[in-house]
């Protein structure tokens, strides 16, 4: 019999892959704004501003950084340790988890965690710092594989559920941040709504979340309303808002071990109300109720529902 899981590695290998997925999506948003660049007809414009608002950072960025340049962006992303959400910061604190957890992952994870960390130290800080496209497709394969090698080279037990609700919880919250920046900050005119320009913003916006060719098989045209129901409520694409948030109930549950449908933690009540919640909003409601007013209301409760799993599973109790 497999002894239960301790609460300390629970929370490193859920917390090990949930920065492993926000290097990966930082390193895709900056990727795509790069390439939006050569594509946007009247220079770069604004467009850096709406990346730090994905990120959440907009705050600590504008009082240590001042202006959203190419250059200040990339930099606080890419590489500052001081920043704790740039791709250096999620990958040191990646591998600090993993290497408190050697025991637990395999040494084929573990290797490719450090080879990343290595690879972003010793990244070349000229060619990242102006924006060389290679460095972050690297760390994006980079961190594929080791997903990739989780899936294929560790027991799919406690420790590989709680690294995949991690996954889910932090893809589900930045599909969502970014929807809610291309409506309210990342379309500088109301008068481009509709035009070619509008077009390459939103297919930006589907290739930020390798999304592109997967809603055209889906819808064809580009239609922004059909881009949030897809992103937000698709139950097949493993990006979408639904579909990560059904995945970590149905990996809380195998953990869990209680019937779906029911509940026997906060987690898992949280959860299943949230998926009821998606699962019977149609796009149209969305709109009526406003899409920024959603998603931040979403936002909060996909936070709530961390606090629920630290307290659930992660948190020392005391003993009788």
Known sequence: MTPPLL??????????ARYIERAENVARFIGVNLNLMLDLPSG?????????????????FTKRCGEA????????LARDNANPNSIASCVRAARENARSVRETISSEMWEQVNSLYLMVQASNPQSSSVGDPS????IRMACHLFQGLTDSTMSHNEAWHFIRVGQALERADKTSRLLDVKYFILLPSLSDIGTPYDDVQWSAVLKSVSGFEMYRKRHGRIAPRRIVEFLLLDNDFPRAVRYCL?????????????????????TEQRLGLL???????PVDIVFKTGLHEFLDALQGKMNKIDECISND????????
């Open 275 to 281: 998926r009821s919640e998606l699962d019977f909003a």
């Open 246 to 266: 059904g995945r970590a109930d149905r990996y809380i549950h195998d953990i869990t071990g209680t019937p779906p449908g029911t509940f026997s933690c906060s």
């Open 313 to 320: 599973f992660f948190a020392q109790r005391e003993t009788p």
């Open 135 to 138: 460095f972050f497709h690297d």
């Open 44 to 60: 770069e414009g604004n467009q850096w501003q709406p990346i730090i608002a994905t990120t959440g950072d907009a705050a600590a």
């Open 69 to 76: 340049t190419r250059e200040s962006v990339i930099e606080f």
């Open 7 to 16: 609460s300390r590695v629970a929370d490193s290998v859920y917390w090990m």
